[in-house]
């Protein structure tokens, strides 16, 4: 376990030296997916569970700490694009925040929803009804591989890579160094 929380920590510097953000949150979001459907076979032992949990956890953190690095160059590429005088990074910032802050907070909400809909009795540690133990499971281990489904499909669909990347960054640095800007 020590290893993932070391590997997602070290690929953010690596993909920051290599500008590979592309293949590693690619092959991330596979990986998530891969370790998902391992573990769902395997869920009958408690070892599998945690070590789903854990790898999906370090996993999405991994993801996490490169969504930076892609917003930083979706700020670039506006930049470019549209000539601007000042970077839309606020902007793109906010918008980013303003998606994802309300999902982190609901997801919770509606899970605990699901769960007490199937049977799941709460403050008990006694047995929960088998439907509560399918949904638990289902949750658990069906929505981070569902999640994983879209944002691959999602991800296939961003276009700033390779060398569409690598001449949006020269355009943003001879900009940069030229100051011609159109307001």
Same mark, same amino acid.
């Given at each position: 376990?020590?290893?993932?929380?070391?590997?997602?920590?070290?690929?953010?510097?690596?993909?920051? $030296?290599?500008?590979?953000?592309?293949? !590693?949150?690619?092959?991330?979001?596979?990986?998530?997916?891969?370790?998902?459907?391992?573990?769902?076979? *395997?869920?009958?032992?408690?070892? $599998?569970? *945690?070590?789903?949990?854990?790898?999906?956890?370090? *996993?999405?953190?991994?993801?996490?700490?490169?969504?930076?690095?892609?917003?930083?160059?979706?700020?670039?590429?506006?930049?470019? @694009?549209?000539? @601007?005088?000042?970077?839309?990074?606020?902007?793109?910032?906010?918008?980013?925040?303003?998606?994802? @802050?309300?999902?982190?907070?609901? $997801?919770?909400?509606?899970?605990?929803?699901?769960?007490?809909?199937?049977?799941?009795?709460?403050?008990?540690?006694?047995?929960?009804?088998?439907?509560? !133990?399918? $949904?638990?499971?289902?949750?658990?281990?069906?929505?981070?591989?569902? !999640?994983?489904?879209?944002?691959?499909?999602?991800?296939?669909?961003?276009?700033?890579?390779?060398?569409?990347?690598? @001449?949006?960054?020269?355009?943003?640095?001879?900009?940069?160094?030229?100051?011609?800007?159109?307001?």
């Amino acid at each position: 376990m020590l290893i993932l929380s070391l590997g997602s920590f070290f690929a953010s510097s690596i993909v920051q $030296a290599s500008g590979e953000s592309y293949r !590693v949150i690619g092959g991330v979001l596979a990986a998530k997916l891969l370790v998902g459907v391992v573990c769902l076979l *395997l869920s009958s032992y408690q070892s $599998a569970v *945690l070590f789903f949990i854990v790898a999906n956890r370090n *996993l999405t953190e991994c993801n996490c700490r490169l969504s930076a690095l892609v917003l930083s160059d979706l700020v670039d590429e506006d930049y470019v @694009r549209n000539r @601007r005088s000042k970077p839309m990074s606020s902007t793109i910032s906010g918008l980013h925040a303003l998606v994802s @802050r309300p999902a982190q907070s609901l $997801a919770p909400m509606l899970s605990w929803w699901l769960l007490r809909r199937s049977g799941l009795t709460a403050g008990g540690i006694g047995a929960q009804p088998a439907a509560a !133990v399918s $949904a638990a499971t289902r949750l658990l281990f069906g929505v981070p591989m569902a !999640v994983s489904v879209l944002q691959a499909i999602l991800w296939s669909q961003y276009r700033l890579r390779g060398p569409e990347l690598a @001449r949006m960054k020269r355009r943003r640095v001879e900009q940069r160094k030229s100051k011609q800007y159109i307001v």
